[in-house]
């Protein structure tokens, strides 16, 4: 049987912002290893002391160098500075909307949100949620216009714009939905929204991963032994999602979002654009417990060389008790080990990685002792509506993930990818963890 996705994308000219990103990478391996897509145009942040027109190495027929408007790249640092996550997420989807309405040859839009863009609220179904908003989302931008280069003025405005958001990332991207709910029109656009992005479950290697974000970073941490207290509600849901099915995702509602635009063509319907939820959902949902037992079940099987400490963990919902216990299995540990290192002439580095993992663990741990849960009526018809072979070439459903599999596989690839070890079977058994 053809796929129907495949041959929508054949011979098509496809523009990506956030190309080097974590799930901008794997989108765009998918598009050439799995369509006959003609061009992709990518949009590239420029890395400090770099341009983004200097030539590539290998570069890819298809993938020409990205452009030099690195601005409306998105960002997904939870702590930037409110003007700064501002003009990323929601200005530059604003620009993204204007670009759009220029391309009269535009088939398909898909705007990458996230699933916690509406954290206010603890269970998202697909719909748009501007009643959070303390203003909309037009205001907020002419206020950052009028202020300028005054930018310390209006971050001093944060606490009450953000008002119940726990960051500015969350904010942000709320505002930028409602950008695309007031200001889409006719467009042929939808709303992706992905919950916490975890390593590929299959393609195009299992395991694969290249950040240390989130639930990754906690995860390395508890496997390497330094994580040994964590602010984490165990019964909270886990909503980790392979970024693998992610892409598969995107791709497939650009196609179910093209084919939809052509059938309303005659039509107006003034519905906003379809949001597509992506998290686990209905029976196969597991908790932060599940997560936590994976980690002492298979910390032997895919062991890391020279674990800092032996690994074990205790959580608490209590941010103040979190702190307190710190001190005892944190850092009172941390000082014994640098003390050991400066008399054997070594550098002390123990102190510096717990005050980083305490730093990071300020910023995420509100979405470690909440818990969220999320409809997915929309994802759920869109794989129905697909056909076998899509739903084979195309896979993104949740229902049918074997959860012990995919972190058999999550753990090899954090073992091969993040910490740089040989995952040669005679390499995982010389393996001996140094403990205290």
């Known amino acids: 049987m053809e796929s129907d996705i495949k041959k929508f994308y054949e011979d098509k000219t496809i523009f990506l912002t956030g190309a080097s990103g974590f799930l901008g990478r794997v989108i765009i391996e998918k598009l050439l290893r799995a369509t006959e ?5 990518v949009l590239i942040r420029p890395k400090r002391g770099k341009d983004t027109q200097e030539p590539k190495p290998n570069i890819l027929e298809r993938v020409p160098n990205g452009s030099r408007s690195a601005d409306r790249a998105a960002t997904v640092n939870f702590a930037e500075p409110l003007h700064v996550a501002l003009d990323i997420n929601t200005r530059a989807t604003h620009q993204m909307l204007q670009l759009a309405k220029q391309m009269h040859r535009l088939v398909a839009f898909v705007h990458v949100s996230t699933a916690f863009s509406n954290c206010v609220i603890h269970h998202n179904t697909e719909r748009y949620y501007p009643e959070h908003l303390s203003c909309s989302a037009e205001k907020v931008l002419a206020l950052r216009q009028m202020l300028g280069k005054d930018t310390d003025l209006f971050d001093k405005m944060a606490p009450v714009l953000l008002d119940r958001f726990p960051n500015t990332y969350t904010y942000t991207k709320a505002l930028a939905e409602q950008l695309v709910q007031t200001e889409a029109g006719d467009l042929p656009v939808c709303i992706f929204r992905p919950a916490s992005i975890g390593a590929t479950n299959k393609e195009p290697i299992s395991g694969w ?43 497939s509602c650009a196609w179910r979002t093209a084919m939809e ?9 003034g519905n906003p654009p379809v949001i597509y939820n992506f998290a686990p959902s209905g029976e196969n949902v597991v908790n932060n417990a599940y997560i936590i037992g994976a980690v002492k079940r298979k910390r032997h099987i895919f062991p890391v060389t020279l674990a800092k400490l032996y690994p ?6 209590k941010p103040r008790l979190f702190k307190l216990a710190a001190i005892f299995y944190h850092l009172l540990p941390a000082y014994i080990i640098d003390l050991y290192l400066r008399l054997r002439g070594q550098k002390p580095r123990m102190v510096a990685i717990y005050q980083k993992i305490h730093r990071n663990m300020d910023v995420i741990q509100h979405f470690m002792i909440n818990n969220w849960s999320f409809e997915t009526f929309n994802t759920d018809r869109l794989w129905e509506s697909m056909s076998a072979a899509d739903q084979q070439l195309f896979d993104f459903d949740m229902q049918s993930l074997d959860w012990d599999s995919y972190f058999d596989r999550l753990f090899f690839g954090l073992r091969t990818y993040l910490c740089r070890k040989d995952s040669s079977e005679e390499s995982i058994k010389s393996i001996k963890c140094l403990t205290l």
Do not use: W
């Open 261 to 269: 635009a052509a059938q309303r063509k005659e039509q107006i319907t």
């Open 209 to 251: 991963m290249d950040n240390m974000y989130g639930p990754l970073a906690v995860i390395r941490g508890m496997v390497y032994g330094v994580l040994r207290v964590v602010p984490v509600n165990v019964n909270a849901e886990s909503n980790i999602v392979p970024v693998d099915g992610c892409a598969n995702l995107v791709l």
């Open 312 to 317: 074990f963990m205790h959580a608490t919902t």
């Open 37 to 41: 897509v003609k061009r992709i145009y």
